[in-house]
């Protein structure tokens, strides 16, 4: 599936910020670790500040720190902000013949979007930093070792 | 060995009187009494305990939650594989490690029966043990279930 630009980048943005929530990182930062345009990622973290996941800090090396609770937040939470998972929803037909058509189609659709909605409905901001890490220690971890 | 300690939570293996604590706790999360189907479960757990293993979470005598899973080898054309068949945690200590502790040496078991996947099947609108499952580092894996009614 493709998600929406806004959904990605907030959804790197919260990651990046989960990852360390002592840490506070400026837009600028994250826009250039992940090759993101800094104006879209400014516009989505100040989406994502009024719903109460990332704040803005202040002042000298001001930036945002990730507030939401990260194992209560999932990645639905997030994407939902910015657009809707929703089941395909068919359109009017005139035919019966094309009625059950469309039904056994919705039907199809409506498999893999409840598919989508549970998958991301069930990993935690806290799951997805974790899967991130275990990742990269994967990565780094010597050939023999 | 059969017991590993915290400082307060000991997780071993699932005895003939642990079958009324457990009927319990899962009557109280099904709503459904199966005090019959809880004990014989433990027996044939028991009887063949090499690559079956039911284990509870007790702490100060009380069953805080208990898992159970075994190796199965070949069906659905999968190499053998650990199978978690049913994970359960009183709601009152949730999110405090007993699950962690539970799925934990349910895969040291399965690692000392000689393999290295462990999988499970879930209601799909289960959100709250498949986020359980997820934070032990599970992802979909490359089954899918099907089924269909028999009218």
Same mark, same amino acid.
């Given at each position: ?29 994250? $826009?250039? &670790?992940?090759?993101?345009? #800094?104006?879209?990622?400014? =516009?989505?973290?100040? %989406?994502?500040? *009024? !719903?109460? /996941? ?43 013949? $094309?009625? &059950?058509?469309?039904?056994? #189609?919705?039907?199809?659709? =409506?498999?893999?979007? %409840?598919?989508? *909605? !549970?998958? /991301? ?25 | ?151």
């Amino acid at each position: 599936m493709k998600l929406q630009t806004a959904s990605r980048l907030a959804l790197l943005a919260v990651l990046e910020l989960a990852g360390d929530p002592k840490r506070q990182r400026s837009a600028g930062e994250i $826009a250039d &670790a992940y090759g993101i345009s #800094l104006n879209h990622l400014a =516009k989505v973290l100040r %989406d994502l500040s *009024r !719903a109460g /996941l990332v704040e803005a800090v202040r002042g000298v090396g001001g930036g945002y720190r990730f507030c939401g609770n990260p194992k209560r937040t999932t990645l639905l939470d997030v994407i939902q902000l910015f657009e809707t998972i929703s089941a395909h929803a068919g359109e009017q037909t005139n035919t019966d013949e $094309a009625s &059950a058509m469309e039904a056994t #189609l919705g039907l199809i659709l =409506k498999e893999i979007d %409840d598919t989508v *909605r !549970a998958t /991301l409905q069930s990993i935690t901001i806290d799951t997805a930093v974790k899967l991130s890490e275990r990742s990269r220690a994967a990565r780094d971890k010597p050939p023999n070792g | 060995m059969d017991t590993i300690s915290t400082e307060t939570v000991t997780i071993r293996t699932a005895n003939a009187t642990d079958s009324q604590a457990i009927a319990a706790l899962d009557g109280k999360i099904t709503g459904l009494a199966k005090p019959d189907y809880w004990r014989d479960l433990i027996e044939r757990y028991r009887q063949r305990a090499q690559k079956r293993h039911f284990l509870v979470a007790e702490s100060g005598g009380m069953v805080l939650g208990f898992i159970m899973g075994e190796v199965r080898a070949w069906e659905f054309g999968s190499p053998p594989c650990g199978w978690v068949f049913a994970i359960s945690v009183e709601p009152d200590r949730r999110v405090s490690g007993v699950g962690t502790m539970l799925f934990e040496a349910l895969c040291d078991r399965f690692r000392e029966n000689g393999v290295a996947t462990v999988r499970t099947m879930l209601a799909r609108d289960d959100t709250l043990i498949m986020s359980f499952f997820r934070s032990q580092g599970m992802m979909a894996g490359p089954y899918i279930e099907l089924e269909a009614a028999l009218d």
